[in-house]
């Protein structure tokens, strides 16, 4: 079930769209402080923001200031409802980064139905941002985690699946140096004794493999009597 936090509730809003959320597997939790509001969105407990009464003329500023915060610390939906509308705090709110500003007085299937816009783009933002996440780049050197397949400068090279590992490995871990031991229990998942070689010849055949020159490394690095990285 997903969950919209409507911070302070001035006009009641929370009331009139509970049990039609209800009816879409959606939850309301009414939050009256900016730090609960702030603790949720943090441990991913909401995944929609209403400020309700953030976009009235009294207090404007403050309404503005609240946005402000919130979309510095989020990409959450954010939706104001209004008593009345003010088109200028309407621009205002809507450049500072609201997604929505709504009059309070609205139909509450009006105002469902932009709820479950904004909650639907949201998702399939997440889904997209996921899946881009899955790609990891270090110039010409290109692993499709989805796909499992690994790219140089466009052409494909074949890895085994341990080979794979270690490159996606030191990849996203690009910059850092990983020593021989760290390597091995995070793709073995067993204790580093006398691993030294088992590693080495592992690094030795992806260096064959995507390097131009396996002497001089473009990606794959040994940083001697320290370990291995990419970058």
């Avoid at 139905?113 to 990891?136: G, V």
């Avoid at 021989?180 to 580093?192: P, R």
């Avoid at 260096?207 to 990606?219: A, D, G, H, T, V």
Wanted: proline fraction near 3%; include cysteine; aromatic fraction near 4%.
């Amino acid at each position: 079930m997903q969950k919209i936090a409507v911070y302070q509730n001035e006009t009641g809003v929370a009331e009139k769209l509970e049990l039609l959320c209800r009816g879409e597997q959606i939850s309301i939790v009414k939050e009256r402080s900016e730090k609960a509001l702030l603790e949720d969105i943090r441990n991913r407990e909401v995944q929609m923001v209403l400020l309700d009464g953030a976009g009235d003329v009294k207090g404007w500023s403050e309404g503005l200031l609240m946005i402000a915060n919130l979309r510095k610390q989020s990409r959450l939906p954010i939706m104001v409802v209004a008593k009345q509308i003010n088109e200028t705090i309407k621009v205002a709110a809507l450049s500072i980064g609201a997604d929505d500003y709504v009059p309070a007085d609205d139909n509450p299937l009006v105002i469902l139905a932009r709820i479950k816009s904004q909650l639907r783009r949201y998702t399939q933002l997440t889904a997209i941002c996921k899946n881009l996440s899955k790609i990891y780049k270090v110039d010409g050197l290109e692993i499709d985690d989805e796909q499992r397949k690994v790219t140089v400068d466009g052409r494909e090279v074949r890895l085994t699946p341990t080979e794979y590992e270690i490159l996606k490995l030191l990849v996203i871990e690009k910059g850092k140096v990983l020593s021989i031991h760290q390597i091995y229990e995070d793709i073995w998942k067993m204790q580093a004794v006398d691993v030294d070689n088992t590693v080495a010849v592992h690094v030795r055949h992806i260096r064959e493999k995507i390097e131009l020159n396996p002497r001089k490394p473009r990606y794959l690095k040994v940083i001697w009597g320290t370990g291995y990285m990419v970058g």
